[in-house]
């Protein structure tokens, strides 16, 4: 597996997260899941999952869930969110 390059897809998060932000600097995360569904093409259990992993766990643990899916080869997992 080539290394992974998330610059491109970060700024496109920051958009979503950006629009989804209010004057407060809260995100409102339905707001946001409607962004990655209609414009980021995901599915709404997708996006459910994705949003929960993010609040629950955080980039410092992706980042080594994302490290290890890669060396493991692993792309697509078996729940193919």
């Known amino acids: 597996m080539e290394d ?3 610059k491109e897809i970060r700024s496109e998060y920051q958009t979503y997260v950006a629009k989804a932000t209010d004057k407060n600097n809260e995100i409102d995360w339905d707001i946001l899941a409607g ?8 599915t709404k259990q997708g996006t459910e999952t994705l949003i929960e992993v993010v609040k629950n ?7 080594n869930a994302l ?6 080869n692993i792309e697509d997992g078996e729940l193919g969110l």
């Open 67 to 72: 490290a290890l899916a890669a060396a493991a």
């Open 35 to 42: 962004l990655l569904c209609i414009n980021g093409d995901w």
């Open 4 to 6: 992974i390059d998330i």
């Open 57 to 63: 766990y955080g980039s410092f643990i992706l980042k």
